[in-house]
């Protein structure tokens, strides 16, 4: 991939994983955020009962008309603020979700504490649709059985300003190139920061071997680094008043940045590499509506509805390689995200241990110590 053919998918409507969530239309069922979890056991073949983050697609009120007109049956959503947040609903309330959302990076967490249960493919009639990258992954599967079908994905990697490189920078040592002092931005997120420095010193970014030369690598940075964003709000601002030039960041809010507030925004994944993350669906430990739960999945990575969603809405790319063709060819998106060259370049978020998390931060407080003198 190239970063022309990036740069033409800058076109798209602007949309993010998480970010995107925010604008888009929340259905009114269910519990909202902040509220306490439901427990009411309603008849399992009326209703299907989804764990998500609040506006992220199973939520959209058209899309769930359209469900229940094919099945008749209702959706009701809880929602969760991260993560960990979900698997604590899912322990305190076991036999109360059907469908939960799962990160690449959680799905074996959920597994492990036997919160979620295994899926029959059988009954996911688009399963052999999906893109086998994201459908085959160990992230989702055990044991020979698959905890979560494979959903929507997208990448962390290199934004630039098309205003500095004519060309796009392909590799990722941009960021540490002696042209750029004070001109690099990177965000204050101790995992983000260790995956990009493993990948840069060629180990596996979730667990690389010699911590050592990542905090080396890290340290490095310093002369180049001019901002450590927490944002996007500000990313875009500091972007605009030209504080720095190249940056790690999120392929949807490249897109939004471009689009939204017409940045001079470029957007490539380096020869080396870059984070991926992709998002499953699961099915709850006891769900109450297992029939249920395996029709509604279905749906959700149904080409018709992903194409509503990504065109009406705007989504992040679909999994299904079907529902990635069936976008309309003025879509520049079709290209970028179904390059398997670019995919196979990523490296994807995976499980992590309590142990690595805490060391991870460690590492990172130290490196910005350093930074800050």
Avoid: C
Avoid at 50 to 67: H, I, M, P
Avoid at 77 to 91: A, G, R, V
Avoid at 162 to 189: G, H
Wanted: aromatic fraction near 10%; glycine fraction near 6%; hydrophobic fraction near 45%.
């Amino acid at each position: 991939m190239t970063g022309k053919t990036i740069d033409k998918m800058m076109s798209l409507k602007p949309v993010s994983r998480r970010r995107f969530v925010a604008g888009a239309s929340a259905l009114s069922l269910g519990a909202g955020l902040g509220m306490a979890p439901f427990v009411r056991r309603a008849s399992a073949n009326t209703e299907v009962k989804v764990l998500n983050w609040q506006g992220y697609g199973t939520d959209e009120a058209w899309a769930l008309e359209a469900f229940k007109a094919a099945t008749g049956l209702d959706v009701v959503h809880e929602y969760y603020n991260s993560e960990s947040e979900m698997i604590t609903k899912l322990q305190t309330n076991p036999g109360a979700y059907d469908v939960i959302v799962t990160n690449s990076a959680w799905n074996a967490r959920a597994s492990d504490l036997g919160v979620i249960q295994p899926i029959d493919t059988a009954q996911i009639g688009h399963f052999a649709d999906l893109n086998p990258s994201f459908r085959d992954s160990p992230l989702l599967g055990t044991g020979g059985n698959v905890f979560g079908v494979a959903w929507v994905w997208g990448i962390t990697a290199i934004a630039y300003s098309t205003e500095v490189y004519a060309e796009a920078p392909n590799s990722i040592e941009v960021l540490w190139d002696a042209k750029n002092a004070k001109r690099v931005s990177v965000r204050d997120d101790a995992i983000e920061m260790v995956n990009f420095a493993a990948i840069a010193t060629g180990q596996d970014m979730n667990h690389p071997a010699d911590l050592g030369k990542v905090k080396e690598k890290l340290l490095a940075l310093k002369p180049n680094v001019a901002l450590l964003w927490s944002s996007e709000d500000e990313w875009n601002k500091q972007f605009q008043a030209k504080a720095f030039d190249v940056s790690i960041y999120w392929s949807g809010s490249a897109l939004r940045s471009k689009t939204n507030f017409q940045l001079p925004v470029g957007f490539v994944v380096p020869d080396e590499g870059a984070v991926g993350w992709f998002d499953g669906l699961a099915i709850g430990k006891d769900a109450p509506n297992v029939e249920g739960a395996h029709k509604f999945i279905n749906y959700m990575i149904d080409p018709t509805y992903y194409v509503d969603w990504a065109t009406k809405v705007g989504a992040p790319a679909s999994a299904n390689s079907k529902a990635m063709a069936a976008l309309p060819d003025s879509d520049p998106s079709k290209a970028f995200y179904s390059d398997e060259a670019a995919i196979k370049r990523l490296q994807f978020m995976a499980p992590l241990s309590d142990e690595e998390r805490q060391a991870y931060s460690d590492l990172w407080t130290e490196v910005k110590t350093e930074f800050a003198q």
